[in-house]
C-alpha cells in the first residue's frame, strides 16, 4: 500500500520503518477523524499506547531544545533598544548581566565603570561607563540597607580606621560587632581641608581655630566629626558619638580622698555603694540600663591628631577604648630608632634604588643606566683597574669566592638593579626599604662601580669624602648634584655600612610583620594572640633575635663586614646603638600586654578564667585605694594609671564587682561586663583590611590619572575589596545574587548622596574645643608605662 497524499504521509503502509513525522500526523488525523464521526478515537489498549507516544514525543522535543539552548544559556543576556523618544535609545539590561558585571568587577577588583571600558563592545549590548552610575548607587544603596539591618541591634562595636589622601583626605572604616559576629563597610568620609571659615560646617570657636590655622586641633575635630556621623549611619541615626557618654549613674568618676566604695548583697540583689566623704549615707551605683549602652573599641594610627582626639574622648568620659594598630606601632619604632646617619643611609639608599624610577616616572635613569652597563661590558675586561679595584667587595657581595673571576665578570650583566625596573621603595608602604634592599643591597659596590667608570673625567668628589650633613633632605636639595650624580654620591662606605645595619637587625621586624599578617586574621586569631603575648611577650622570637645580635656569641655574623669596612670600631658602636634602640621601642610597644585591659586576656579563656578574674579584682582594688590615698604623690599615680583603666575599663571592672567577681550574672548568664572584654578582644588583629582598601583605591586612581575621584566611587571600591573575605571574617552585608535580584527593582538611591561621605556633615555641639587636645603631662608622667608615646607628641 503506498502513502496517502491526502494525509502527509510520506511512507507506505508495508514499509519496515516508519517516520516520527508520519506516526504523529497519522495520530493526529485519526483523532481529528474520528471525532468529526463522534466515535471514541482509540480503544484502551491503543488510547494507552498513544499516550505514552506523546509523552515520548514531548520528552524528544524537551531535550532536543535543552541541546540547542544549553550553549548560549550561560551567556549574558543581550540588551534591547527602548525607543523612548524619536531622537534617543536606551539600552535595557537583563539583571543577570548586571549581576555578572558586579561580580567580574569584584574578582578583578576595579570598578564597574572601568570594567564597561573594556565590555562596550561586548554581546551584552555594549553598556556605556556612564550607563554604570546608576547601577553603582543601586548596589550602594542595597548595601548600605543590609549593613544597617545588620547593626540594628547591636551595642558592641569594634572600628577600624585609617585616612589616606585620595585628592581630599579620605577616611576609611569598617566595623565589627561581636553581637553579630560580623563586619561590614562602613561609609567613607572626605574631610574637608578648611583653609577658610565658611567651608566646613564648623562651630565658632573652631572656625576661629581654622583661621589661625591651628591644625592639630582642626584635625582631631574633623576626625571626631566623621567618625560620629559613620557611627549615625550605620545605625540608622540611632548612635552617635554622644551616645557613647557615660550617665553620672554610673560613677566611674575617680574616688576622692575618704571616700569608700563596696559591693555587698540586699534582698538577694547585688549592689555597689559609695560612701562620700564626710557623709554617712550610701550612694547606690545605678546599672540598669548598661546593657543598652553601647561601648566602642577603637583601631587607629598612633599619630599626634589621633591621641589628642583620644585623650580628649578618655578625659570627657566616652565608653571607648582606644587600641593603637600593632603594625602601624612597630613602622614608628622602626623610624624612631637609631640616630640620623643611620637615617641618613636609609634614605640615600632609597634614591639610589628608585633611580629607575626617575625623573618624574619617566624611567629616562633606567635607559641611561643599560646603556651604561652594556658599554662597560664592551669596553672594559676583567683586567681593567677598576675591576680589580672593586673585585674583592663585588665578590663578597654577589656571594662568590674572590679567584672566581669570570663567575663574578657574567654575574654583572645579570644585575636586577641595572636589567629591570624592579620595585619602587616608598617610605609610606610598610617595609617597603627591606624588599627592595633584599634585592638590591648586593649590587651596592658594582654600582658604585660604575657610576665611578662614567663620571670618571668629571672631577666629581669622593663619596667617602663628599663632605655631606646627616640631613639628607637638607644635603640633595643644594643642587650640588642631581640625577645619577647624586645616585654615585649615595654610594659611600658609610651608606653601605648602616645600610646593612638597618637591614639585618631590622630584618626580624619584617619577619615579625609578614607571620602575623598570615597567620592571625579573623577575630578569633586575634584572641589566640592577645592570649599568648599576654603571658609571654617579653620572649616573643623577634625580641630574642633583636637582642642576639648584641650578644658576645653572635661575633661571627659582623665578622665579614668588619673585614671588607676596617672599622670594627664605628661598625660595633652602629650595630650596639641600633639594636638598643630598636629594642627598646618594641619592648615599649609589647609591653601594653603586660598592663589592663589587654593583660586580662585570660579571662577568654576557661583554663585562666578564675586567675585572671582574681587578677582583675586586685587590680581594680589598687586603684581604688590609691584614689581616696592621702599619701604624698598617690593622686598623681592614680592620675596615671587611669590611663589604662579608661572608662570603658573601669565600666567592665565594676560590673565584675557588682557580680562578685564572676562571669555569670544572678540569672545564670552572662553579664554585661564580660561581653565588653570580649569586644575588647575580639576586634580586628590590625588595620590591613583598611590598608588593603587604601592600595586598591591608589591602584584605581593610577589607571584613571585625570579623572577625579568622587566619594560614591571610592565607597564603590571599597565596598567590593572582598578584604573581609581575605580575612576570614564575617562580611554580613555583602550582597548575595538571590538578594540582589528580588531588591534590585525596590532600592531607592536616596540613601547614597553627596552629604553621607562628608565628615563634615553632622555637628557636635557636645564637643568643647579647648578640651579637645588634651595637655601631654598626662602621657609626660608615665611613659614607660602608656607604650605609645612618640617624641612628637610632646610639641
Known sequence: MKADPQW???????????????????????????????????????RAIVTNLLHAFVGFLTDVLHQSLSPSSSLNAPSRNVR?????????????TVWNLCQEATRKGISLAKLAEVREDDAHGGVKPTSTGYWSKKILAMYQDRARTAFLACRHFNIVMDGASHGPETLVSYSYSTDIDGAVAMAVQQLSPGKRPGLIDFLPDIELRAIKRDVSRVASYKQLQALSHQVHLLTKGKFSLESFFATPEMSLEPLSPGDHRTAVKENGQNKVLIYRAGTQQAQEVDFRGVDGVPVMVLQLDQGPSCVAMCAWMQENGVLCLPVWDKIHRCQRDL?????????????????????????FNSQGFFQEKLELLQSFLSIESKESPIFQKYL??????????????????????RMTSWTQKGSLPKMSRWFSWHQVASEYLREFWASRMLFEWRFCHEMLPDPDFNGHTTNFREWRSSEQFNGLKLAYQCCSASVYESAWVIFTVSRAC??????????????????????RMSEQWCCDPHLLEIASFIAANNVASWRWLEEMMQNSDGLASKVFNYTVSILGNRVATLSRHSCPPFCYAGIMDAATQQQTLQQMKRDFHLLLSLEVSTAPAADQLA?????????????????FELNNWCVFGPTGI???????????????????????CHQRIRNDAAGNANSRQSASHIMELVQQAMVLEGREINHVASLQKEWFLEKWSSAKTDGVQFRNFRGHAMRLDKVPLEQLFVVFELLVSCRNMFSCWTKDMET
Open 670 to 692: 552572662r553579664h554585661q561586663g564580660w561581653f565588653i572584654m570580649e569586644a575588647i578582644f575580639r576586634r580586628f588583629p590590625d588595620s590591613k583590611v583598611v590598608e588593603d
Open 335 to 359: 623610624k624612631g630608632s637609631g640616630p640620623e646617619f643611620l637615617q641618613f643611609a636609609q634614605l640615600a639608599t632609597m634614591y639610589l634604588w628608585s633611580a629607575n624610577y626617575k625623573p
Open 392 to 413: 674583592p667587595r663585588i665578590a663578597c657581595d654577589f656571594g662568590i669566592h674572590v679567584f672566581e673571576v669570570d663567575t663574578i665578570w657574567d654575574e654583572l650583566s
Open 84 to 96: 523612548r523618544s524619536a531622537d534617543s535609545d536606551t539600552q535595557k539590561v537583563n539583571l543577570e
Open 510 to 531: 619584617w619577619t615579625w610583620h609578614t607571620q602575623n599578617v598570615e597567620t592571625v586574621k579573623s577575630t578569633w586569631d586575634n584572641i589566640a594572640y592577645d592570649l
Open 8 to 46: 502527509g504521509l510520506t511512507a507506505s503502509w508495508d514499509a519496515p520503518h516508519l517516520p516520527l513525522r508520519d506516526i504523529m500526523l497519522f495520530v493526529l488525523q485519526v483523532n481529528k477523524a474520528r471525532k468529526k464521526q463522534e466515535k471514541r478515537p482509540w480503544k484502551d489498549r491503543s
Open 639 to 655: 592620675s596615671d594609671l587611669r590611663l589604662l583603666f579608661n572608662p570603658l575599663v573601669r565600666l567592665a571592672l565594676s560590673l
